[in-house]
């Protein structure tokens, strides 16, 4: 079980990823002492601290979109973390709960965010305070070559990584050999935890590779998820849109 698992993992990295550096990025660390040296800090960057718990569940499911943002902004935007149960200076803010999110520029807070958002609620926060506040635009992503330990590390327990490979997957690669074996790194992703943010991926990356149909069963049930979770599915809702019109062209 475990070569059948290494082999298709081997084939899975040598034909499909060249994949964005967000997995050689996270935040760091803030505490009490470091924080105003860090974060009231005149470079021109946007200062994104979230505020977090280790018992937090909506902090953990951030973790993995924090590191992709990581990557993709790590030019012009510094992502800390500040563990409320270990420090007190987040008593300093009025925040409501955990995760919350401030963002500082030049030393001011320009921006909060109270509580978990999805990938593109976070990239239209950070785009919106990056042009207010005529910062530089964000970097092109750099690629790298995932290593083979790494994806077999997380092929039977890691839904978000593997989530995050297939999104940059869709959202960067034009290639049909690779958009199709990414498909396998969303499968088994939904095979570990099936959730509103993997089946809006597969409907993703099915509607990129024209299996219209499919999609459009797919991100219904996304749609689903969503509303029993009580999430944002507008994107989802766009991608059904774009679907249909594939759909009405063709027939």
């Not at 563990?83 to 500082?104: A, H, M, W």
């Not at 869709?170 to 074996?181: C, P, Q």
Request: aromatic share 12%.
């Amino acid at each position: 079980m475990v070569n059948k698992k290494s082999s298709i993992v081997k084939i899975f990295v040598s034909i499909v990823m060249l994949i964005s550096c967000h997995f050689m990025f996270s935040q760091t660390d803030l505490s009490d002492a470091n924080f105003d040296k860090k974060v009231y800090t005149k470079n021109d960057k946007l200062i994104v601290v979230e505020f977090s718990a280790t018992w937090c569940g909506y902090c953990r499911y951030m973790k993995p979109i924090l590191k992709e943002l990581s990557a993709d902004y790590k030019n012009n935007v510094e992502f800390y973390i500040m563990d409320i149960d270990k420090n007190k200076k987040d008593d300093q803010f009025e925040r409501t709960g955990v995760p919350s999110f401030y963002l500082f520029h030049n030393g001011e807070i320009v921006d909060t965010i109270g509580g978990a958002l999805d990938k593109e609620g976070m990239e239209w926060t950070l785009d919106k305070v990056i042009k207010d506040n005529n910062i530089p635009d964000k970097p092109k992503k750099k690629e790298v070559k995932i290593s083979d330990s790494y994806l077999i590390d997380i092929w039977d327990n890691d839904w978000r990584e593997l989530n995050a490979i297939a999104w940059y997957t869709y959202k960067n690669e034009n290639d049909k050999n690779r958009l199709s074996l990414t498909i396998k790194a969303i499968k088994q992703s939904i095979n570990i935890n099936k959730n509103y943010y993997n089946m809006d991926t597969y409907a993703a990356l099915l509607y990129k590779t024209k299996k219209y149909e499919k999609a459009l069963k797919v991100a219904s049930l996304a749609v689903e998820l969503a509303q029993e979770d009580n999430l944002d599915d507008s994107s989802t809702l766009e991608l059904i849109q774009s679907i249909n019109l594939k759909i009405n062209k063709i027939n």
